[in-house]
């Protein structure tokens, strides 16, 4: 299991590649919301979400033991976090995407000279995919979430919250595969364990929430909720203990709460967010979280979404 002490060390590895992003606040947003919210801005981050943390946590890790060539197999951001540091290393990147993967994606991976191979749907095609051709080309695979590296990575996200904002009573996550959440955990649980973390799925991709429930890593059917960054089917063997450990509960939302707090965001404060971020200011809106008064950090893990697709999301919104 990674300490704070992994979480402290990724951030001075990747202090020259990432970003200390802002923290936003919308009045209007405390005021329905109940609380204060702090809004942790990954969509402002180094291509556009968090991803690029714990990627160049691990490809710098890599290169520095050897490495040459570097693979991964995402839906997007990932993928594009790994080209995108290995680029800024010299080194070469093969990502193996889905075949329904969004354009903007795929184009951020390639503008990064990063290689883009479409195989299958599913992660059970595209992870021995990028495997194999690590393997073939003397590379390491680059796992989007189960992976010490990756987790402590991610993690810096947590340290970087305790800096910048003053008494926080709670931190929202959204979760995945869980590699966000628990490199977050281990950074605020193992300095300030009073602070509630909260993770955030959607009921459509509830793989985690069921797994917490009986205490064992738990899959579920794929799943097309739109937000496609919390699509995995099952949290990861190396994250679900650090979730079993600290994790003060774990909340749902449903596909049309995402769309509301989505267009709330768009509309009230003008950033753009993804639909996965939007599950945590979802939370906070619609009253999952128990809370009333207090300092809420929420964070929005990415802002990396297709034009074309905004139309789709945007619904009136009735607050
Ligand atoms: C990957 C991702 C998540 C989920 O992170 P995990 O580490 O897989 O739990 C959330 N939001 C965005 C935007 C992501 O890209």
Redesign the pocket.
Known sequence: MISVKHVKDARERISGITHTTPILQSEQLSKICGNQLFLKS??LQKTG???IR?ASNKVIHSIENGAKYVTAASS???GQAVAYVANQYGVPATIVVPENVSKCKVNAIKAYNGKVEMCGTTSAERLPRAQAIADQENGVFIP??DDPF?MAG?GTVGLEMLEQVDQIDAII???????????ILTAIKETNPKIKVIGVEPEIANDTYLSLQIKKITAIQSTTTI?D??R?NQPGDL?FPVLMKYLDDLVLVSEDEIRQAFSFVMERTKQLI?P??ATTIAAAMFNKLNLQGKNIVTVI????VDLEKIRQLIVEVTE
């Open positions: 990954e969509h979400s968090f991803k714990g997007g951001n990932h989007p979430y990756i991610q996550v959204p979760v995945g595969g869980g590699g966000l959440l628990s490199g937000a960054g919390l995995t994250t993804e996965s971020s893990s990415g802002g990396n």
